[in-house]
């Protein structure tokens, strides 16, 4: 009898390449709807999740998911610290009860100390020949220090006012020197993240959308203070003790971003868009040479001659240097700085030896940043609302709005405050993935700015006119607030994608980065705009309306100035910082289309750049090795 000849079973293909072959056929109108690019790359999820996360086959240039993801989780981990050492000007006043004009002598000093140190410090990084490896070591010694600085700034330990000023001011010096040096360094890492303003400004989006994630974590420690009564907690217990709770954590937020990996350099001579870390790399010839033998004797004598002849060049010069007199040491100091300003007029940068980097002044520097309208708009309207009074809310909502009841208790209004904090941020939460393409559906990132600045101003009157003493209006501006949100979050990447478009053209005109001197001196006026001067006019307004903090422990009577002003300065200085930035970004004349055409020239400039060195050395060794 014959064996019945078993039929051979056809391999059934995998789920993974059922699903992914799905994906990628013309099928129903859901399908259909999305472009090719989008279920292309839904189909390399399925197919191999880990590698998509880690970006294997994407273009040269692009961002991976991976490092999306570590830019969402710091930005989620960070509002962990939001919540709480954000209320440290709160504690002072309603906890310590120091005198709000008291806390503006510490503001004063540390805007003082702000306006020396940041414009100096961020020029001087300009020109330092750093690399990703020196940014990485800073962003990480910034990141645990600046943590416990901001925990120290908080702590009783029985001072008076005045020690608490001046540990205050102290630990903001120090910040600030530190703060500076991460916030150049930061934005040094993300403009080499990658050599397109797009794929730069998804970072900006994915920090968004982990911002929104952690958003609940800020939330408890209003949620606390407004159950503070029912919990039996104070104010010093529920932020001090919490700052040093969360401490590791806020430096693991902090310590992520150190990882983002580089792609463009800016250090002279290196590779363009494929940069390692280590700053001594170069690039490997194309038909490198064999090792040659060692030097013959007479070559090394003659090596020996030549050292010994440059260190006597060296001794004669100094000589000279010593002979001169002083009057003739200040005419040639003169004369080299004429020539040095004529070549910089010229667009001709003097490099140093030593770090490979333009040899540029102060105020040279400062110069360069001339093309750079961006940035002249906004320090411009930043000087001029320099002197708004910062207000804040946490004292309106404690205070001035109804009380809402839990269980015949009374809660604090901070849980008011945080539950319109919280309906305002939910809507933004869906729309934050698609920023970057309603900021180009709009028009650029300059619409973007105009329509935020105009949409601000509006809605700011109207929550004036509305007033906040029932709960129906708080409810209203909670609505208002909530679409406001939505257009404030394409604002911030409109923001990131322009900061780093003019840097690109700032480098496209002059062949100079820029990121030092713009970030120190944005940081410069943030501080003194939003924690110094502005703390200081605004606590000059609280002493005006006779405020002394401490009222729900007390039962003291409110001031009746604090009633009727503190309501419209809230919402009517918001209106006048907007209007400004409003007028000062109409001046600038920046579309989509010159930014890629600036990227464009740039990307060309750099490979030219690139190609010309590779030219170079391929020169140098050929004529050693001929020479040899």
Not at 6 to 21: L, M, P, Q
Not at 435 to 445: C, D, E, F
Request: glycine content about 6%; overall charge positive.
């Amino acid at each position: 009898m014959k064996k019945r000849e078993k039929k051979s079973k056809s391999k059934k293909t995998s789920w993974r390449n059922r699903v992914a072959d799905w994906l990628i056929s013309p099928g129903g109108k859901w399908r259909q709807k999305l472009k090719i690019e989008y279920r292309q790359q839904l189909r390399e999820i399925v197919l191999n999740p880990v590698a998509w996360f880690r970006g294997v086959d994407l273009p040269e240039g692009h961002v991976t998911p991976w490092e999306l993801f570590l830019f969402a989780l710091s930005a989620a981990l960070a509002h962990i610290n939001n919540g709480l050492s954000g209320k440290q000007d709160f504690l002072y006043k309603e906890y310590y009860r120091i005198a709000p004009n008291k806390i503006s002598v510490g503001s004063v000093i540390s805007s003082l100390w702000d306006a020396a140190n940041d414009p100096v410090l961020g020029t001087y990084m300009d020109r330092k020949r750093w690399g990703p490896r020196e940014w990485r070591i800073i962003m990480r010694i910034s990141a645990v220090t600046g943590h416990t600085l901001n925990v120290i700034k908080l702590l009783d330990g029985g001072m008076s006012d005045w020690q608490h000023i001046v540990v205050l001011v102290a630990c903001n010096c120090i910040q600030d020197i530190i703060g500076t040096m991460d916030a150049v360094a930061g934005q040094k890492m993300r403009a080499g993240i990658s050599p397109y303003s797009q794929q730069r400004a998804r970072t900006q989006v994915w920090s968004s959308v982990g911002s929104s994630i952690g958003y609940p974590l800020s939330m408890i420690p209003n949620l606390l203070m407004g159950f503070k009564d029912i919990l039996g907690l104070n104010d010093y217990q529920i932020i001090v003790v919490g700052a040093i709770c969360v401490l590791p954590m806020n430096i693991i937020s902090s310590f992520l971003l150190s990882f983002m990996k580089q792609r463009v350099s800016f250090r002279p001579g290196a590779p363009i868009n494929s940069l390692p870390d280590d700053p001594s790399h170069i690039t490997p010839l194309q038909d490198e040479m064999p090792p040659q033998p060692t030097e013959s004797v007479e070559e090394e004598r003659e090596r020996m001659r030549q050292t010994l002849r440059k260190k006597l060049d060296e001794k004669e010069k100094r000589q000279q240097e010593q002979d001169m007199t002083a009057k003739e040491r200040r005419a040639r100091r003169r004369e080299e700085k004429r020539i040095h300003r004529e070549k910089f007029k010229r667009g001709e940068y003097e490099i140093d030896p030593n770090t490979g980097e333009p040899k540029l002044t102060i105020l040279e520097s400062f110069a360069v940043t001339k093309y750079n309208k961006y940035f002249i708009a906004n320090t411009i309207a930043g000087f001029i609302t320099v002197f708004t009074p910062t207000v804040d809310e946490l004292l309106i909502f404690r205070y001035l709005v109804p009380k809402l009841k839990f269980f015949g208790n009374e809660l604090g209004g901070e849980v008011l405050l945080q539950l319109k904090w919280q309906i305002a941020g939910t809507f933004v939460t869906f729309t934050k993935p698609f920023s970057r393409q309603m900021v180009n559906l709009i028009g650029g990132p300059l619409k973007t700015h105009k329509l935020n600045n105009l949409l601000i101003i509006v809605a700011n009157f109207l929550f004036f006119l509305i007033g906040a003493n029932k709960l129906w209006k708080i409810f209203l501006i909670t609505i208002i607030q909530a679409l406001l949100n939505v257009v404030a979050d394409m604002d911030a990447v409109a923001g990131s994608l322009l900061t780093y478009e003019m840097l690109d053209y700032v480098e496209l005109k002059t062949g100079l980065r820029t990121e030092g001197v713009t970030t120190a001196v944005s940081a410069l006026i943030t501080k003194i705009v939003s924690n110094n001067i502005g703390t200081l006019t605004g606590n000059a307004f609280l002493e005006w309306t006779g405020y002394t903090g401490g009222y729900d422990e007390t039962g003291e009577a409110l001031p009746p100035r604090f009633v009727k002003y503190m309501w419209p300065m809230f919402t009517l200085a918001t209106v006048f910082d907007n209007f400004v930035y409003l007028i000062a970004r109409s001046f600038i004349k920046y579309s989509p289309e010159d930014s890629d055409r600036v990227e464009a020239l740039l990307k060309e400039r750099r490979a030219a750049k690139d190609r010309e060195k590779q030219e170079a050395d391929e020169v140098s060794v050929g004529a050693d090795h001929t020479g040899k």
